[in-house]
């Protein structure tokens, strides 16, 4: 199961690829648009094959540490692997999505979604976090996880009065803000995946000795 999860965390670099905000505007103005529907559908699709990805190394991870609890029944609290981390179901299509923003309100629906699904992934990463640690203690070990951090809110309210007030124009910074925070996030847990993967290497040398 080590080597399914090392694999997982190597696609990465498939699932996970950085985006450039400045480098997709460039080009989609330089294309009178044309690779705007591209730049869309590439930033769903990311989206959706990361969600995917997690999903998968978590069932993996917990999945392990669970297995090694019941290898060691000493510990008095019960394994249980917890109701808050099933799938979030946060699938978008990328082809509808992209296509629906060359309608105005369409797409306000589209970036505001897009930045609300992070966050929902976010609060899901972070129960999947609570159950690691949890079961580590099950077996007497600690890990550091203290890399997590949450994507500031994406206000409503805010959305919307800038979205009104300038009349439209803010498409670009919701946009250019979701971009940056999926970045981020993506970043931000690459660390966390080989603080885990080094984590439960350790476990496996240490029942080798």
């Known amino acids: 199961m080590l080597v399914e999860i090392e694999k997982n965390i190597e696609a990465r670099k498939e699932t996970d690829r ?8 460039l080009v989609s103005v330089a294309s009178f648009g044309i690779v705007w529907f591209l730049m869309i559908y590439f930033l769903i699709k990311r989206r959706n094959d990361h969600f995917l990805r997690q999903e998968k190394l978590e069932t993996l991870i917990l999945t392990k540490l669970s297995q090694l609890s ?19 179901k946060l699938f978008r299509n990328p082809q509808a999505w992209a ?3 060359l309608l105005i309100f369409p797409a306000f629906y589209v970036f505001y979604f897009l930045g609300i699904d992070l966050q929902k992934h976010e609060e899901h990463e972070h129960a999947f976090l609570t159950e690691t640690i949890s079961l ?48 981020r996030h993506f970043k931000r847990q690459w660390k966390l ?15 080798a000795i």
């Open 18 to 25: 950085v985006m450039w905000f400045s480098m997709w505007f």
């Open 99 to 101: 296509l629906s923003t």
């Open 136 to 183: 580590a203690q099950n077996l007497g070990l600690s890990i550091n996880l203290d890399g997590f951090t949450a994507t500031k809110n994406f206000a409503l309210k805010r959305y919307l009065a800038l979205t009104i007030v300038t009349c439209g124009l803010a498409a670009g910074y919701w946009l250019y803000r979701i971009f940056n925070d999926y970045n």
């Open 70 to 88: 019941r290898e060691k029944p000493r510990h008095k609290k019960p394994v249980s692997t917890s109701a808050k981390i099933e799938n979030l």
């Open 193 to 207: 995946e080989d603080e885990l993967i080094n984590f439960l290497k350790a476990i496996n040398s240490s029942k």
